[in-house]
């Protein structure tokens, strides 16, 4: 199993509010997670990194091969509780970080399933001979897509699609989506922050993924980004099973 992860600031922003980690539970298993945090000069900045550190160690110390996957996903969807708190509490203790908050996708892989659960608008998307977004922006937009008011191609360029509407630490309770997705041998799994998918098209992800190995595809879209623009921080995770 590969697996790289990058976080760039992007070409206009002057802080990096995004974090990420990525790393092997087990010889059979990999954990990956990309949180795009929000809210005043340092309060994104602390909100998406406590919610990594914090979820990471959770899903760490907890994780089983024993575990099924409805098991994984209530792992998984623990430890987001369990970081929403940490969050929450920080933005009640000082009024300098009121309002503070992150997206958060997470997911756990291994040779026959992904099990993703995330809040916000950052995404999970399957990767093999086409690109699947398997995650449901928790956005105004997507719920104007939802209900006809927008169509996609409107949606790009609507003056409200960077508003969500569910965040991490926001709120004392939190309420993640989760999926499980079987997975083929030649599947990639990528997370990634809207600083990647509002500057870089799906066919043009997939086109980098299918002529790179893991780790320059992981490079060369954050190139990419940047080239179109990059007006926002940019997190990617890609895993991979028997390609480089």
Known sequence: MQLFSKTDIG????????????????????????????????????????????????????????????????????????ANLDVFSLAESDVSLKGMGTTVVAAVITENYAVICHVGDSRAYLIND??????????IVQSLIESGELTLGEAKTH??????????????????????????????????????????????ILSTFAENNTETAVDKLISAANSNGGGDNISIVIVTQNRG
């Open 130 to 139: 086409g690109i699947i977004q398997l995650t449901t922006d928790h956005s």
């Open 11 to 82: 070409r206009v922003r002057s802080t990096n509010q995004d974090a990420v980690d990525a790393f092997m539970l087990t010889d059979n298993a990999a954990f990956a997670i990309v949180c795009d945090g929000m809210g005043g000069a340092n309060g994104g900045d602390i909100a998406s990194a406590t919610a990594v550190k914090c979820i990471s160690e959770y899903v760490k110390k907890s994780y089983s091969e024993k575990m099924d996957n409805e098991k994984t996903a209530q792992l998984l969807r623990n430890a987001i509780s369990s």
């Open 159 to 204: 003056p409200e699609k960077n508003v969500i509407t569910r965040a991490l630490g926001v709120e004392e309770n939190i309420f993640p989506d989760y999926c499980v997705v079987p997975l083929k041998p030649d599947d990639g799994i990528l997370l990634c922050s809207d600083g990647l998918t509002n500057y870089v098209d799906t066919s043009d």
